[in-house]
């Protein structure tokens, strides 16, 4: 190779050192940029799957044969782009991206958190860096800039301090206000267009459902931190809040509602107030399914383009777009959120797989932020960089902090900004419940197949957050299936047309099996809804397309043409069907005559002779292992995709219903015994029925760590001992429940408000 080619591949001068210029240097230090700027996405993809040696080639070639007009030029800063506010901190302990503040569940003394932080101003002209805070034990995260660019809102642990806690501060590093307070971790702020703020708060006293770190989730407060209320009810994690034009909050969602436990951190929006929450992008498939899960279900979705993306994150509307520019993070978690730089157009909604394009080919950048509606700050390890749209970048800053472990976070250019519409108040804080009204609940995504008048009614159910967690699994829960816990509501009527109006408990994560004539589930949301107190929520369906209108056939729908429904709960049925303690005594009158230790029929085991651990801790029944794994009679989402096919979970595909029905050796249970065990199904299916089982404890002898959290959560007194104080962990548990429960304004301490319980 001659020097001018090898010039032409290092897009620099020929008077570079000859040693600089060889191949593999070529290869390793810009085989990216040349590799992006190929001339079609048909040879980018044949450039990919080449061997290194045809990779060379290629590259070679491509420059020889007159690459010099393709040659990209460095992105330049916009107008106005002059300073940018960033902080800095090192890597936390913990690899999951949502685990970088409170503590470990099984060791309060072990914190999740780095020590070391600042808050600092860069002239990008000069390269001077002011310090406006540093803490070098304390922590600095996540600043936001006021609409007039005057003063930064930002999360603080101040040194000596265990929790982070919302602060502001001008930009000349005066001023320094603290917003928060409390034995919580307030994160991720950004200021709403009333000058109210939005953010992540671990003030919901709720656990990570398959890790060690508290749970934080959406609330808002006043512009000086008072009045905090929350958004949402969701039982594991949400993140990164920012506000698009129309007003709208724009976050990552994470859920886990019987289907993958890996795959769905995606993206969703709620209006200011909590209202009208809606998926935005994501959602209905995983993105990259661990290979051990997809090799287990055959469950395998490729987004061609976004390849092992699982959590989407630091989202930020575009502006002059309609676009959105997120961090795709290719494993369910990565240091501090690493991943692709990935932009998304939302016009062709929720599901399309191409309205994702990733702008780069590494995995290492964190925190967009968009300077022009084709350039965006970004972050990777101590430098921040301006990348355009074609994946191009050009560095800009490299931290020159002594310290080597500090990282750049957050880069977000010091200049004021246009405030965003403000949506109309759409909660009435006084009222229990919201209404729900579904237009035709045959319609939808993934309804083929579905006769009108077919679903007779809705199975209305809770899901349930858990009050600690040690675990990295399951924990006797379930086996590979339910995280969470799943209450037993109860049922809402459809009307002859599909149409369905009703109440539901406000600020509750609660969702839906549609039922037929027989009570047998149709279809099973596998995602939650929350409904704010006044609310008025209207659906198509079940997940209709967001790109279309319904089709209604009259003018108005049955439903409404009186008032709504409320929830009428299941006579003699527990709100939480348990195996251990409801469904194993059904097989041992019906089935262990022929499935037992002594007799064995068939290989298979229903007694509960003996059990099992699951993940080394929680407690399984051998009979059910023998059911869900290795027969496989329960049909549920276990790491299966979002929004599965019509009566393909629940009690409509479960085999373990043809057993109890009479034609499996004439075994017929009694009309309770089979509601108990359709509910079951259709509620998760879980092993046990409490979160007191989990790191190794029992309903008699729940861990310490349980006891613990339930002291901190003030359910369980101060003086509490186990083994000298009675305990009963399901009564417990729906006391803690109770707490997380929405009061309206006025309502007495421990009344019961809510019209569905």
């Not at 020929?14 to 290869?27: H, M, S, V, Y």
């Not at 459902?209 to 931190?225: E, F, S, T």
Request: glycine residues 8%; charged residues 25%; neutral net charge.
């Amino acid at each position: 190779m001659n020097d001018s080619v090898r010039a032409k591949c290092f897009f620099l001068k020929e008077d570079l050192p000859k040693n600089q210029l060889e191949r593999g240097a070529i290869l390793e230090n810009y085989e990216a940029r040349l590799a992006d700027n190929l001339p079609s996405r048909v040879m980018h993809e044949f450039y990919n799957g080449a061997s290194a040696n045809l990779r060379f080639i290629l590259i070679c070639l491509f420059l020889i044969l007159g690459a010099d007009a393709a040659v990209p030029q460095d992105p330049v800063l916009p107008e106005g782009v002059h300073e940018v506010i960033f902080s800095t901190r090192p890597y936390g302990p913990d690899n999951h991206y949502y685990a970088n503040f409170g503590y470990y569940c099984q060791d309060p003394e072990q914190k999740v958190y780095p020590q070391g932080g600042s808050l600092c101003r860069l002239d990008l002209q000069t390269g001077e860096v002011t310090d406006l805070l540093n803490d070098p034990t304390g922590g600095v995260r996540d600043p936001q800039l006021y609409y007039n660019g005057r003063k930064v809102l930002f999360s603080y642990r101040k040194s000596g301090s265990e929790h982070y806690h919302l602060y502001e501060i001008n930009i000349d590093g005066s001023g320094l206000v603290q917003l928060t307070d409390g034995p919580y971790d307030d994160v991720e702020p950004t200021y709403l267009p009333d000058d109210e703020i939005v953010f992540c708060s671990t003030r919901c006293n709720r656990w990570v459902m398959c890790w060690k770190v508290p749970a934080a989730i959406l609330y808002r407060c006043g512009p000086n931190g008072e009045n905090i209320r929350a958004l949402s009810s969701n039982a594991v994690t949400e993140n990164t809040p920012s506000v698009l034009p129309d007003g709208r909050i724009l976050y990552t969602r994470w859920e886990y509602v019987e289907r993958s436990q890996l795959c769905y951190h995606h993206l969703w929006t709620i209006n200011p107030d909590g209202t009208g929450q809606m998926t935005y992008y994501g959602n209905m498939y995983p993105h990259g399914m661990h290979q051990n899960i997809a090799r287990q279900t055959g469950n395998v979705v490729d987004y061609n383009n976004v390849p092992g993306a699982v959590a989407m994150l630091d989202a930020k509307p575009i502006p002059g777009t309609r676009n959105v520019i997120a961090i795709f993070s290719p494993g369910h978690g990565r240091k501090e959120h690493q991943g692709y730089v990935t932009v998304i157009d939302p016009r062709k909604g929720p599901d399309d797989q191409t309205s994702a394009r990733r702008i780069h080919s590494a995995a290492g950048w964190r925190d967009p932020f968009p300077v022009a509606k084709d350039r965006f700050l970004v972050a990777k390890e101590r430098e921040l960089h301006l990348m355009d749209e074609q994946g191009h970048t050009r560095l800009l800053h490299r931290l020159e902090d002594a310290r080597p472990h500090m990282r750049l976070h957050e880069p977000i250019p010091l200049r004021s900004r246009p405030r965003e519409r403000k949506p109309s108040e759409r909660t009435e804080p006084s009222k229990a419940v919201g209404r729900m009204v579904l237009a035709d609940v045959t319609v939808g995504r993934n309804m083929e197949g579905v006769q009108p008048g077919e679903i007779k009614k809705l199975l209305v159910l809770e899901q349930l957050p858990g009050p600690f967690h040690v675990s990295p699994g399951f924990d006797g829960i379930s086996l590979w299936g339910a995280f969470t816990l799943m209450r037993i509501v109860g049922t809402v009527p459809v009307e002859p047309d599909g149409s369905a109006y009703f109440e539901v408990p406000a600020l509750r994560s609660v969702f839906f099996v549609a039922l037929d004539e027989n009570d047998l589930s149709v279809k099973k949301m596998q995602s939650f809804v929350t409904v704010q107190p006044g609310e008025v929520l209207s659906c198509v369906g079940c997940h209709e397309p967001r790109t279309m209108t319904p089709n209604l056939k009259q003018s108005a729908l049955m439903a409404v043409g009186r008032s709504p429904s409320k929830i009428e709960p299941i006579p003699d049925m527990p709100q939480i069907i348990d195996f251990r303690r409801h469904i194993q005594p059904i097989l041992d009158q019906h089935c262990v005559e022929c499935h037992s230790r002594q007799r064995s029929d068939g290989n298979l085991r229903l007694d509960a002779g003996r059990s099992m651990a699951s993940h080394g801790s929680g407690r399984v029944l051998t009979s059910y292992v023998e059911l869900v794994r290795r027969l496989g009679e329960i049909a549920d989402g276990r790491n299966a995709h979002g929004n599965r096919a019509p009566r393909t979970m629940g009690s409509s595909a479960a085999k373990l219903m043809q057993r109890i029905d009479g034609s499996h050796y004439d075994v017929k249970v009694s009309p309770h015994e089979n509601q108990l065990v359709r509910l079951w199904l259709d509620s998760g299916a879980v092993a046990n029925g409490t979160y007191a089982i989990m790191d190794g404890g029992t309903p008699q002898r729940p861990s310490p760590n349980y006891i613990r959290e339930m002291k901190r959560y003030g359910v369980l007194p101060e003086d509490f001992q186990l083994g000298r104080d009675p305990i009963d962990v399901y009564a417990l548990d729906e006391a803690y429940w109770r707490t997380l429960w929405h009061r309206p304004h006025g309502a007495i301490q421990g009344a019961a408000t809510n019209t569905s319980e």
